[in-house]
T-cell receptor
Framework: DGGITQSPKYLFRKEGQNVTLSCEQN?????MYWYRQDPGQGLRLIYY???????QKGDIAEGYSVSREKKESFPLTVTSAQKNPTAFYLC?????????????FGEGSRLTVL | GENVEQHPSTLSVQEGDSAVIKCTYS??????FPWYKQELGKRPQLIID?????GEKKDQRIAVTLNKTAKHFSLHITETQPEDSAVYFC??????????FGTGTRLLVSP
């Protein structure tokens, strides 16, 4: 069954702790993305990667870090420097690296900071 | 950078009515405008998109129009059904894989 898998679905963390959200895809897509979704604010781009071992900051990268060591995987770390980390995080992938194509989203991870 | 504004934030219609959601964008270099539908508790999914060399595109009950001069595009849903109830997001892209999304419209279709 092809698609994008995010884990965990729900995550709770104490203030000051780093947490890593997993994103794995078996669609053979080159491009992968992380978005943050807050009520009334739509989807905001955190980081994106068009190729293995390369990634770029999106509009709200502060307090986040990513890696792209494998084509299939694009984990997101929410660091203690992120001032308001409670949110719904969506990972996506796209077959295109030039121009724009359809984004395929995972089911999301909801992070709550206690 | 690109800025996409979306209106209205909520829209309630009766089943069978039409629904229109409007978006404006700021970057004249944007050339791709997709619409995503997110049902409650589910992932966003692409429902229709349009590129800047086309003024209108239809897919059954859904259509999108684009006015490049005015820098706005709209989603039209005809003969709405309860299963159309969802949050709809518009987006714009200048072609560098950086989609900028609108803030979303919650559509409620009442039977």
């Amino acid at each position: 069954d092809g698609g994008i898998t995010q884990s965990p679905k729900y995550l709770f963390r104490k203030e000051g702790q780093n947490v890593t959200l997993s994103c794995e895809q078996n669609l053979n897509h080159d491009a992968m993305y992380w978005y943050r979704q807050d009520p009334g604010q739509g989807l905001r781009l955190i980081y994106y990667s068009q190729i293995v071992n390369d990634f770029q900051k999106g509009d709200i990268a502060e307090g986040y870090s990513v890696s792209r060591e494998k084509k299939e995987s694009f984990p997101l770390t929410v660091t203690s420097a992120q001032k308001n980390p409670t949110a719904f995080y969506l990972c996506a992938s796209s077959i295109r690296t030039q121009g724009t194509g359809e984004l395929f989203f995972g089911e999301g991870s909801r992070l709550t900071v206690l | 950078g690109e800025n996409v504004e979306q209106h209205p934030s909520t829209l309630s219609v009766q089943e069978g009515d039409s629904a229109v959601i409007k978006c404006t964008y700021s970057d004249s270099a944007s050339n791709y405008f997709p619409w995503y539908k997110q049902e409650l508790g589910k992932r966003p999914q692409l429902i229709i998109d349009i590129r800047s060399n086309v003024g209108e595109k239809k897919d059954q009950r859904i259509a999108v129009t684009l006015n490049k001069t005015a820098k706005h595009f709209s989603l039209h849903i005809t003969e709405t059904q309860p299963e159309d109830s969802a949050v709809y997001f518009c987006a714009g892209d200048t072609g560098f894989q950086k989609l900028v999304f609108g803030t979303g419209t919650r559509l409620l279709v009442s039977p």
